[in-house]
């Protein structure tokens, strides 16, 4: 199987982790990961909080890119998908705005988007049937009942109607993955809760209380890690909560685990808070 | 949750045109807004802001530019859509408020808040530069900018170590068109 990927520029710096765990359980899985060839940064949320010709155009160039290849694009940052999905939305409703905006990308890119790109999270095409299936039949070893609770953040599913792929408010998807992993899946009310987002650097009061009061419910879970799908979450709670003895890990380092892949060390090293003696302890590496 | 927004002295009339602005730039229909304050009751910076999130629907309604402009809540918007998602009248603030921010840029108005636009506009300026975004290079931009050299250095350095952080950037190779699209972005400010 091959799909279009887009990783962003998180995966590659910040979110470290979660690239090197999705590059290799896909290598495992024989799923080729085709990178957009020459992609930008999305812009993000300073690109729509200053600028909304920037805010569509960037990451409207990407599109773009990625439309020549005729793959699927799958995109594991949250924060990229939730852009490129709203961006794709935006040029597919046909505005005289979208229209204005798509030709003065097109001018300085040589074409323009047609809007025939299939773009999903990389949650989403891992909750796929043929992918869940596949992925049963090469686990070697299950999460032992491991007690998680699933987060997914703000970005994931809102807005609704150009983003979600699941219920919005309720979500699932993460719930049955992780299920299908082996861990026991705890309830809780927080899963779409924000973690305080693009504020690291500039607010960092606001996302120690929010990851804060994240960490404290996932406790009163009975959870003893978060398993997340975003870089922005999972970065925000290591770095804020760093004393808080809660891992944060990305689903696909959960993934790499069960499949019993060789260098797990390459990604689960780069955490603040070392997820692998609580993974060592239920015998999952 | 009642404030000054519906008590205070301030004389405003309802403005047809300052709404009518809204909703075309940002596409929502703010006059649709009956104040259920279900927006309110979710957003995870509630606490902090100066405006509660259907306050800013309120005086977008009666056309109170100056309290709007002025207010730090339109820089402590999280865009995490959660008033979006719970809307009963289709409104996404966060939209709003994204088209208030530019009017602050637009009118050179000095933001409500300091540090996120500063860290926004370092963000932007790594991009521009390099087509992706710089982790080291936005950090010092945004240190220089806002003199707060000291902060979160252990925790810099702990990134590093873990190669979280690249000392060297990625370079987009059709640089030209990521800063053709910061052009045009300009113009159009």
């Given at each position: 199987?091959?799909?279009?990927?887009?990783?962003?520029?998180?995966?590659?710096?910040?979110?470290?982790?979660?690239?090197?765990?999705?590059?290799?359980?896909?290598?495992?899985?024989?799923?080729?990961?085709?990178?957009?060839?020459?992609?930008?940064?999305?812009?993000?949320?300073?690109?729509?909080?200053?600028?909304?010709?920037?805010?569509?155009?960037?990451?409207?160039?990407?599109?773009?890119?990625?439309?020549?290849?005729?793959?699927?694009?799958?995109?594991?940052?949250?924060?990229?998908?939730?852009?490129?999905?709203?961006?794709?939305?935006?040029?597919?409703?046909?505005?005289?705005?979208?229209?204005?905006?798509?030709?003065?990308?097109?001018?300085?890119?040589?074409?323009?988007?047609?809007?025939?790109?299939?773009?999903?999270h990389l949650l989403e095409f891992f909750s796929q049937d043929e992918v869940l299936a596949e992925l049963k039949s090469r686990m070697v070893r299950t999460l032992n009942g491991l007690r998680v609770v699933p987060y997914y953040g703000?970005?994931?599913?809102?807005?609704?109607?150009?983003?979600?792929?699941?219920?919005?408010?309720?979500?699932?998807?993460?719930?049955?993955?992780?299920?299908?992993?082996?861990?026991q899946v705890k309830p809780w009310s927080y899963k779409m809760e924000c973690c305080g987002g693009s504020f690291a650097i500039p607010k960092a009061d606001i996302v120690t209380d929010l990851t804060g009061e994240l960490v404290k419910?996932?406790?009163?879970?009975?959870?003893?890690?978060?398993?997340?799908?975003?870089?922005?979450?999972?970065?925000?709670?290591?770095?804020?909560?760093?004393?808080?003895?809660?891992?944060?890990?990305?689903?696909?380092?959960?993934?790499?685990?069960?499949?019993?892949?060789?260098?797990?060390?390459?990604?689960?090293?780069?955490?603040?808070?070392?997820?692998?003696?609580?993974?060592?302890?239920?015998?999952?590496? | 949750?009642?404030?000054?927004?519906?008590?205070?002295?301030?004389?405003?009339?309802?403005?047809?045109?300052?709404?009518?602005?809204?909703?075309?730039?940002?596409?929502?229909?703010?006059?649709?807004?009956?104040?259920?304050?279900?927006?309110?009751?979710?957003?995870?910076?509630?606490?902090?802001?100066?405006?509660?999130?259907?306050?800013?629907?309120?005086?977008?309604?009666?056309?109170?530019?100056?309290?709007?402009?002025?207010?730090?809540?339109?820089?402590?918007?999280?865009?995490?859509?959660?008033?979006?998602?719970?809307?009963?009248?289709?409104?996404?603030?966060?939209?709003?408020?994204?088209?208030?921010?530019?009017?602050?840029?637009?009118?050179?108005?000095?933001?409500?808040?300091?540090?996120?636009?500063?860290?926004?506009?370092?963000?932007?300026?790594?991009?521009?530069?390099?087509?992706?975004?710089?982790?080291?290079?936005?950090?010092?931009?945004?240190?220089?900018?806002?003199?707060?050299?000291?902060?979160?250095?252990?925790?810099?350095?702990?990134?590093?170590?873990?190669?979280?952080?690249?000392?060297?950037?990625?370079?987009?190779?059709?640089?030209d068109q990521v800063k053709a699209i910061f052009r045009k972005g300009r113009e159009k400010k």
């Open positions: 199987m091959k799909v279009g990927y887009y990783p962003g520029c998180s995966l590659h710096s910040t979110a470290a982790d979660y690239g090197l765990s999705t590059e290799a359980v896909c290598r495992h899985m024989n799923i080729q990961l085709a990178e957009i060839p020459d992609w930008n940064c999305c812009g993000a949320t300073p690109a729509h909080s200053t600028n909304e010709f920037l805010a569509k155009a960037l990451p409207l160039r990407n599109l773009i890119l990625a439309e020549e290849s005729g793959l699927d694009l799958v995109v594991p940052c949250t924060g990229c998908y939730n852009v490129c999905r709203q961006t794709h939305g935006f040029i597919s409703r046909g505005s005289a705005k979208s229209h204005s905006v798509n030709s003065e990308v097109a001018s300085i890119v040589g074409k323009r988007y047609k809007g025939s790109l299939k773009i999903m703000c970005l994931m599913l809102r807005p609704a109607g150009d983003v979600a792929f699941d219920d919005p408010e309720q979500p699932q998807k993460l719930d049955r993955l992780l299920e299908v992993l082996g861990a419910q996932a406790k009163k879970a009975g959870a003893e890690a978060m398993v997340t799908a975003c870089p922005l979450c999972q970065a925000n709670i290591d770095t804020r909560q760093a004393n808080s003895g809660m891992p944060v890990l990305y689903f696909t380092e959960l993934i790499a685990a069960v499949l019993g892949l060789d260098g797990q060390d390459r990604w689960l090293g780069k955490h603040i808070s070392d997820p692998r003696p609580l993974l060592k302890s239920h015998e999952i590496i | 949750m009642e404030s000054a927004v519906f008590t205070g002295n301030t004389v405003t009339q309802p403005s047809e045109s300052l709404a009518r602005v809204i909703e075309k730039e940002s596409g929502q229909p703010v006059n649709r807004c009956y104040q259920c304050k279900k927006c309110s009751a979710g957003c995870p910076v509630g606490p902090v802001a100066d405006l509660h999130t259907n306050e800013v629907i309120r005086l977008v309604q009666m056309g109170d530019t100056e309290r709007l402009l002025n207010s730090n809540r339109l820089w402590l918007c999280l865009s995490c859509k959660t008033c979006q998602a719970r809307c009963p009248n289709g409104i996404d603030t966060s939209a709003v408020i994204d088209v208030l921010k530019a009017m602050v840029f637009k009118q050179s108005r000095t933001p409500a808040e300091r540090r996120i636009p500063e860290f926004y506009k370092s963000f932007l300026d790594t991009v521009n530069m390099t087509g992706r975004l710089y982790e080291l290079g936005m950090i010092g931009l945004y240190k220089m900018r806002t003199k707060t050299y000291t902060e979160d250095i252990g925790l810099g350095i702990e990134m590093l170590k873990r190669g979280k952080l690249k000392f060297l950037p990625e370079k987009v190779k059709h640089l």
